[in-house]
C-alpha cells in the first residue's frame, strides 16, 4: 500500500509541475470527504477518517479563493473559464454536525451531507440521528442529499431493489428535514446507465459518484464527478487535487462509470 501511495504520489507530482503554469484546471469541481475528526466506519485502511486541524487546514486553502469561486453541489456549473468548487461528505457520520460544520460555517462555505437512511434509522452512535440531522439540515448554506437507504452497491440491485434503495431513502429523508431532497451519491461510486436512468425516475436531478475528474459543460449531471480527499492529503496534496494533478487516477483506480 505504501508503494502505490508512492508511486501515485510521484506521477502526480508530475503533473503539479505543468499546473503551475496553467493553473486549475476550469470546470466544476466536487470535493468528497467522509468523517472528520472520528474514524469512519467500515475503513480497514483508516484513509477516510481525516484530522480535524487538517481538515480546518484544506478549509482555509478554499477560503482563499483566489483562482476559484464556492458553490454548493446542486448549483454548481461547469464553465470553460473558470474554476468553482462543491464541498460534500458521504454517509452522514455525526461529526459533519459537530466538527466539520462549524469550521465550514466560520468560513462561510457551503456544503452538501450524502446520508444513508438507515443510518439514521440505526441511532448509531457514529451517525447523524433524526433529531441531528434536522439541526444540520437547519443551517445556512447545507444541502442535505441522499446515498442510498442502505449503502448498497446500487448497480448489483435488481430492479425492485434498486427502486426502493433511491425512493425509500429520499422519502425517508425528506420526512425529516421537511423539504425535497434532489441530490445523490452514489455508495462506493458504482453506477451504470441502469442506476443513473433509475434515479432520475425516483427525482433526482444531480448525482456524483467517486471517480476522480473534473467536470464540463458537456458533463451529465447525474454522473458527476468528484475528488476523493483522503486522511493523508497533506495542504499540498490537496491543492494538486483541486487544480486537476490527480485526475489522471481515474484510468486506474478501478471504479468505472459503465455506459
Not at 468523517?35 to 487546514?57: C, H, N, V, W
Not at 457551503?110 to 441531528?132: A, D, G, Q, Y
Not at 441530490?183 to 451504470?192: A, D, E, H, I, Q
Request: glycine share 6%.
Amino acid at each position: 500500500m505504501m508503494l502505490k501511495r508512492a508511486i501515485v504520489r510521484t506521477v502526480s507530482e508530475f503533473f503539479a509541475l505543468t499546473s503551475v503554469f496553467r493553473g486549475p484546471r476550469s470546470g466544476f469541481r466536487v470535493l468528497m470527504y467522509h468523517a472528520i475528526g472520528t474514524p469512519a466506519k467500515y475503513d480497514p485502511q483508516g484513509i477516510y477518517g481525516i484530522d480535524t486541524k487538517l481538515f480546518e487546514r484544506h478549509i482555509a486553502i478554499l477560503d482563499n479563493r483566489n483562482n476559484f469561486s464556492i458553490v454548493d453541489f446542486y448549483n454548481g456549473h461547469a464553465s470553460n473559464d473558470r474554476l468553482e468548487v462543491a464541498v460534500t461528505f458521504d454517509d452522514g457520520y455525526k461529526d459533519n454536525l459537530y466538527t466539520a460544520a462549524p469550521i465550514l460555517l466560520k468560513y462561510n462555505i457551503p456544503f452538501t451531507v450524502f446520508v444513508t437512511s438507515s443510518f439514521v434509522r440505526s441511532n448509531s452512535p457514529e451517525f447523524l440521528n433524526p433529531k441531528e440531522l434536522m439541526e444540520l439540515s437547519s443551517y445556512s448554506g447545507v444541502t442535505i442529499g441522499a446515498h442510498s437507504a442502505t449503502h448498497a452497491s446500487l448497480s448489483k440491485c435488481n430492479d425492485d431493489e434498486l427502486r426502493k434503495e433511491l425512493q425509500d431513502s429520499k422519502s425517508y429523508l425528506e420526512d425529516i428535514i421537511g423539504r425535497q431532497v434532489t441530490t445523490l451519491s452514489y455508495p462506493y461510486g458504482l453506477v451504470n446507465k441502469r442506476v443513473r436512468d433509475a434515479a432520475e425516475s425516483a427525482g433526482y436531478v444531480r448525482a456524483g459518484g467517486s471517480l476522480f475528474g473534473i467536470n464540463t459543460t458537456g458533463s451529465d449531471p447525474l454522473l458527476l464527478y468528484r475528488s476523493e480527499i483522503l486522511s493523508y492529503d497533506s495542504e499540498r496534496v490537496f491543492l494538486q487535487k483541486l487544480n486537476g494533478d490527480w485526475d489522471w487516477y481515474r484510468y486506474i483506480k478501478g471504479v468505472k462509470f459503465i455506459q
